[in-house]
């Protein structure tokens, strides 16, 4: 890990809001108000202003979703709401029927997603089917359908792939499954900064994480349609309808309600401020020798904010020290959580290979931020490939050069 005060001297331009986002100034100011807030389920005065608080922001969510408030629980942020749509909902199938429920999901989902299936079903407690994607990294939805057995209990197809950007046709999914009494659940997390999700996209389940819309980090909504029976993860106090026990993180939720309806009032702009900015990267980068843009071809079916490159002949530690050093921020290829780098399963399953480079945009980006990393790479790639990029000094516009190591550096997880 490197220390705080270390980054804060190189960090000058953030292109990883894939990863994180900035929070907005609607999501400061409401942490900021509720921090002292008393225990929302608490009976006396401030209590019950809490409990306001909390349910005014299940109100803004209700409404930036199109749902019922009544389908909102705040979680701990993407991962716990993934896990209680996929956990919850194949359990209570198990609980209902006699036979195995069947689930179906697909390789390129995020952890989140993956691992709680891989778990059900290493314990028995259901059949996985794992579709793969195009090499595009888009899931067609006739390979789901396809997947459909009669005794399947859920499917879950993620809304945009964190790595590469990909959109998948969600609400074409959810139309295609209607009648057939089979659960969608959609993990949103990557696409609700950019992506209209009126009318919940007509899924049963949800995923949102805060920090990826300019929330605080820590706090997430699982979106849970009406009489969709789920099994809570947790058990305890009974709060939000018995689905997720544990005291209100009053701060944390009102700071999540005001960050999404801050993104939502900016959607439509920051989706065509960023797709300008994107394809302007994207094309600057990809004119340098061996660099080629992944995912989807077809901007309809990519996120406004993602550019993912592959790079050929490029070590992958050699473009992350030198964009270190340079102070861009960005990610290369994804890690595991516990930070040691290992390849990409995404880009193993959509069969692509080459040093991965994501670079993610987001409601702070502007275009020097766009100039400064084409001028940086422009620079960085051809010189890495030449074989000179170790050890050496990178320098930014303004001539300064930030001296790089051979420091042992791991590799951010970045999801
Ligand atoms: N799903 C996707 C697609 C993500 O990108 C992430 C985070 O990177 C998560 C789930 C997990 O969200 P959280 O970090 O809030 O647990």
């Known amino acids: 890990m490197v220390a705080d005060a270390t980054v804060a001297t190189v960090m000058t331009t953030y292109l990883d809001h894939a990863a994180t986002t900035p929070p907005r100034p609607e999501a ?17 005065l401030a209590g019950q202003a809490a409990r306001v608080a909390v349910e005014a922001a299940r109100d803004e969510v209700a409404t930036a979703l199109g749902c019922s408030p009544h389908e909102v629980v705040f979680t701990s942020g993407g991962t716990e709401a993934d896990n209680l749509a996929v956990k919850g909902v194949a359990w209570a199938a198990r609980d209902r029927r006699r036979h195995v429920p069947h ?32 090499r595009d990294g888009r899931v067609e939805v006739e390979r789901v359908l396809a997947a459909l057995r009669p005794e399947t209990a859920l499917v879950s197809v993620m809304a945009a792939n ?82 997720r026990s544990g005291t209100f993180a009053v701060a944390l939720d009102a700071a999540c309600g005001a960050a999404l309806t801050a993104a939502v009032a900016d959607r439509e702009g920051l989706r065509a401020r960023l797709g300008v900015l994107s394809e302007r990267l994207a094309a600057a980068l990809t004119a340098l020798e061996g660099v080629a843009r992944s995912g989807p071809a077809d901007p309809g079916w990519r996120l406004a904010s993602h550019v993912h490159l592959l790079l050929d002949g490029v070590d992958a530690d050699a473009v992350s020290l030198g964009l270190d050093a340079a102070g861009i921020v960005a990610s290369g290829g994804a890690a ?48 890495l490939r030449s074989g000179h990029g170790r050890g050496v000094a990178v320098a930014d516009r303004g001539g300064r050069g930030v001296p790089t190591g051979p420091v042992p550096r791991p590799t951010s997880p970045a999801r």
């Open 103 to 134: 689930l179906v999901t697909t390789a390129v989902e995020h952890p989140a997603v993956l691992e709680p299936a891989r778990w059900l079903a290493e314990r028995g407690d259901v059949t996985l089917t794992v579709v793969p994607p195009a």
């Open 336 to 383: 595991c959580g516990a930070g040691a780098a290992k390849a990409s399963p995404v880009l193993e399953a959509c069969g692509l290979e080459g040093t991965p480079l994501r670079l993610s945009l987001g409601w702070t980006s502007t275009g020097a931020d766009v100039d400064r990393a084409i001028d940086v790479l422009t620079e960085l790639i051809p010189r």
């Open 162 to 243: 964190n790595e590469l950007g990909a959109v998948n046709d969600v609400p074409g999914l959810a139309a295609a499954l209607t009648g057939r009494g089979v659960p969608l659940h959609t993990d949103a997390v990557q696409a609700v900064a950019t992506l209209d999700v009126g009318d919940r996209w007509g899924v049963d389940a949800m995923a949102l994480s805060a920090h990826k819309f300019g929330g605080p980090q820590g706090v997430g909504v699982a979106v849970l349609r009406r009489g969709l029976p789920v099994v809570p993860l947790a058990h305890g106090g009974g709060q939000d309808r018995g689905v």
């Open 28 to 44: 400061r100011a409401a942490l900021s108000s509720w921090l002292d807030a008393a225990n929302a389920s608490a009976s006396h």
